[in-house]
């Protein structure tokens, strides 16, 4: 059973009409099988904030065994105690705990309002999708899980379709991940920074620098904190995914705003324009952290573009929401994201 829509979004936007197609609704078994990917990724998450919240120079476990790593069988078992030496570690330090349960809890809520924006959008239109797949690390990798993802079953019925489902993520997961910005920078403890001090800089989005500007707050001297740190990794992930690239949400915006040919055109300029920044990063920055960025692109480039079913006039709301979207993308955008000395 199906029934017409008609978008109507502004005197020159003519209405089309788009079917609704009815799809069967997650089973009991398909429930089960999402929500213990999401319990786990939980658990990586929490455990990877929790790493990131222990003192420098405290023993949180992670030297367990190395002296004797020449004995390769037993990597694994010190990698299981290194895990449990973090986990008793933070049981017996609460306030660790608290930070990777924090860490853990926003991070985890900025994927899962991004992917419910793609989700119930596929739903209103009638497209067949999955719940969403939340994909864990292992244990004490950062930043804890390898993101959340759809799968759409079903064709696209219509270029504002394609608009809106594409672009509902992104935007859903900034909203969520906007507050969680805020508190994250006006929560920053500052003490100085030593000369000649090495390690690894969490370069800020302008989104944090704004906020900073905003509040007067200096960045640079901020010791960051899991709210910080949960945001990061969130503009990282919004920006990545607005790439304007394949089947990435970005893709999906580029396709409906301009066409098949200017998306193919698009992506490739993007996709040469980050291999230049990647080598710029490793050069400047000494970060290979934008190979990843090209790494995904070159896949994506590979990946065809599905056609929608009709390509209506996509409306004056959906262009200035266009507009909107491409501003997020300039707030959230790094183009070198770490610093390492």
């Not at 690239?245 to 970005?250: F, I, R």
């Amino acid at each position: 059973m199906s029934e017409a829509l008609n978008p109507s979004d502004s005197p020159d936007s003519p209405t089309v009409p788009i079917n609704r197609r009815a799809f069967p609704k997650p089973t009991a078994r398909q429930w089960t099988l999402h929500i213990s990917l999401l319990l786990v990724t939980f658990v990586t998450t929490t455990v990877c904030g929790i790493v990131m919240a222990i003192p420098q120079g405290s023993d949180g476990g992670m030297a367990a065994g190395t002296g004797g790593l020449g004995s390769l069988w037993l990597i694994p078992l010190y990698y299981l105690q290194a895990v449990f030496e973090v986990i008793r570690y933070a049981f017996t330090h609460l306030s660790v705990l608290k930070d990777g349960l924090i860490f853990s809890g926003s991070l985890l809520a900025i994927l899962a309002s991004h992917e419910s924006g793609h989700y119930l959008y596929c739903r209103y239109y009638g497209v067949d999708a999955t719940l969403p797949f939340f994909i864990p690390q292992p244990p004490l990798l950062i930043p804890g899980t390898f993101g959340a993802f759809i799968r759409m079953k079903s064709a696209v019925p219509s270029r504002r379709a394609l608009f809106d489902i594409g672009l509902a993520g992104p935007l859903a997961g900034f909203v969520v991940m906007l507050p969680i910005a805020f508190a994250g920078v006006l929560t920053l403890q500052h003490k100085p920074i030593e000369p000649g001090a090495s390690g690894i800089t969490f370069n800020d989005p302008l989104l944090f620098r704004l906020i900073g500007w905003a509040f007067k707050i200096n960045l640079n001297d901020g010791v960051i904190n899991p709210f910080y740190l949960a945001a990061w990794f969130g503009a990282l992930v919004t920006a990545l995914n607005l790439m304007p690239v394949g089947q990435l949400d970005g893709g999906h915006g580029t396709f409906s705003v301009f066409g098949k040919r200017a998306h193919w055109a698009i992506g490739h300029v993007a996709f040469a324009s980050m291999a230049i920044i990647s080598v710029l990063g490793w050069i400047w920055h000494g970060s290979p952290s934008g190979f990843v960025y090209v790494a995904l692109l070159a896949v994506m480039l590979r990946v065809r573009h599905p056609q929608p079913e009709q390509m209506e006039p996509l409306g004056a709301t959906r262009v200035v929401v266009a507009v909107l979207t491409l501003i997020v993308f300039v707030l959230c955008f790094l183009p070198f994201p770490l610093t390492i000395t």
